[in-house]
C-alpha cells in the first residue's frame, strides 16, 4: 500500500512560483512544428540548477506570453530536447484549478483518473485539432528551475490536460499520437 502524498504544500508552492525567481529575462524563441525531429524524440532529463535551464524556463514562459490562445509550452517546441515545460491556464474558461504561471523540470504524471475526452489544438500542429481521452484528474511531480524543489501536486479539468499535454511533448509524443484515428482530427477553426 502506497503512502499517500500531501499534494496541497505542493500546490501551494507552485501557485507562489513567480517568473522573477529565476533572475534572468527571457528570450522570444521560434516554435517548430511537425514533422520537426525534436517534436518526436523523448527530451533528456535535466538540471534544474543548470544555468541553461534556467534561462530555457525563462525563454519559454516568454514565447508562451506572446503566443495568442497558448496556455502551455515544451521545451521540444522550441527546438530543445529537454524535459522542461511551462503551463498558465489563469485565463481559461475550462480550468477549475489554476495554479498561475510556472514551469516544471522531469515532470511526470504520478496518478491519473475520470478519463474524459476533449478537443486539443497545438502550436507545433497549426493546422488541427483533435479528441484526445486524458485523466481529468492527476497528481503530478516535478521540478521547479533555478531551486531544484521537487513539487508534488494535484490538478484537475482544463489545467489537467494542459500538463498531460506539455509531458506528452517531453516524451515525444504530440496530440495527434493520442486520437483515436483520423475520425478525430479536425481542421483547426479560424474565429476572427
Not at 497549426?126 to 494535484?154: I, M, N
Amino acid at each position: 500500500m502506497s503512502t499517500p502524498v500531501d499534494t496541497e504544500q505542493g500546490s501551494a508552492r507552485l501557485a507562489a512560483w513567480s517568473e522573477a525567481e529565476l533572475g534572468v529575462e527571457g528570450a522570444v524563441l521560434d516554435v517548430v512544428r511537425a514533422p520537426a525531429g525534436v517534436l518526436s524524440a523523448r527530451g533528456d532529463d535535466v538540471d534544474p540548477t543548470a544555468p541553461e535551464v534556467v534561462q530555457l524556463a525563462a525563454d519559454l514562459v516568454a514565447t508562451m506570453r506572446v503566443s495568442p490562445g497558448c496556455v502551455g509550452l515544451a521545451a521540444n517546441q522550441v527546438g530543445v530536447g529537454a524535459r522542461v515545460f511551462c503551463v498558465d491556464v489563469s485565463d481559461h474558461p475550462k480550468a477549475r484549478t489554476r495554479h498561475g504561471t510556472f514551469v516544471l523540470c522531469n515532470a511526470e504524471v504520478v496518478e491519473a483518473s475520470r478519463n474524459e475526452k476533449a478537443r486539443e489544438g497545438c502550436m507545433s500542429v497549426p493546422d488541427f485539432t483533435g479528441d484526445v481521452k486524458r485523466g481529468s484528474r492527476l497528481v503530478v511531480r516535478g521540478q521547479l528551475p533555478a531551486t531544484g524543489e521537487e513539487v508534488v501536486f494535484a490538478t484537475d479539468a482544463f489545467e489537467a490536460r494542459a500538463l498531460q499535454h506539455e509531458i506528452d511533448h517531453t516524451d515525444g509524443l504530440l496530440f495527434l499520437d493520442r486520437v483515436a484515428g483520423a475520425h478525430a482530427i479536425y481542421p483547426r477553426q479560424t474565429y476572427l
